[in-house]
């Protein structure tokens, strides 16, 4: 059954550094997403991505943010200047157009120090 | 999307049928009820989703009342690898690419 992977696993990171959160979405999916779950907290929405473009963003989803789909197969998610606030969970969805079942990856764990 | 409500937590025997409960009594006539369920901190597992008429997979079954203002999901057999928290999630499908919205959900523990 095809799935959607995330890399890495787990990133630890330096307060003020970059990263970036990689996905593999479904093949034959349309629609790309980033959610994120601080310890203990409920799982929110980040951005929703179809045809190149941002779709809808949350509050959460400022300039510290970008998202990118940079060949035919990854999608990634680049917080530049990390702070503490951003140690989360990053899971990644992807859903196709018709049916709009939207399926998760395992998820990055993003510790910021 | 409309709001729902879930009990913050739940005990089900192995082996025993879980029935978990979802009220989401504004739920307007485009609006569908999805099932998640999410292990210990892994990434949301889709489970189920119904308009009106229930309906059934390998995973579980939903049961939408005839208002539409509540379903149950329920998994029949419960196993100890059914011990997750447990979302119902309402949403319209009018538009393509929207937010899933989560709320606190119910933990299912399943116990031997």
């Known amino acids: 059954e095809p799935e959607v992977t995330q890399t890495p696993s787990h990133q630890v990171t330096q307060m003020g550094q970059e990263v970036i959160l990689r996905c593999v979405p479904i093949s034959n999916h349309l629609y790309f997403y980033w959610y994120r779950q601080i310890l203990g907290q409920k799982v929110e929405f980040l951005v929703s991505f179809y045809n190149n473009e941002i779709s809808e963003k949350s509050e959460i989803f400022d300039d510290q943010f970008s998202v990118e789909r940079p060949d035919g197969s990854n999608f990634t998610l680049k917080i530049r200047s990390t702070k503490l606030e951003d140690s989360a969970m990053y899971f990644c969805a992807s859903s196709d157009r018709g049916r709009e079942t939207q399926y998760f990856g395992p998820g990055t764990r993003l510790l910021v120090l | 999307d409309a709001k729902t409500t879930q009990p913050p937590s739940m005990d089900c025997a192995e082996g025993r049928a879980a029935n978990l409960p979802c009220n989401h009594s504004?739920?307007?006539?485009?609006?569908?009820v999805y099932w998640y369920r999410q292990i210990h901190s892994q990434g949301p597992q889709y489970i189920i989703h119904g308009l009106k008429n229930n309906e059934t997979n390998e995973m579980a079954s939903l049961i939408i009342t005839e208002d539409r203002k509540s379903s149950t999901l329920i998994l029949p057999h419960a196993t100890l690898r059914d011990t997750a928290v447990y979302y119902c999630i309402v949403r319209s499908l009018n538009q393509a690419g929207t937010a899933l919205i989560f709320g606190k959900g119910t933990t299912l523990s399943v116990s031997s």
């Open positions: 504004t739920i307007s006539g485009n609006e569908y």
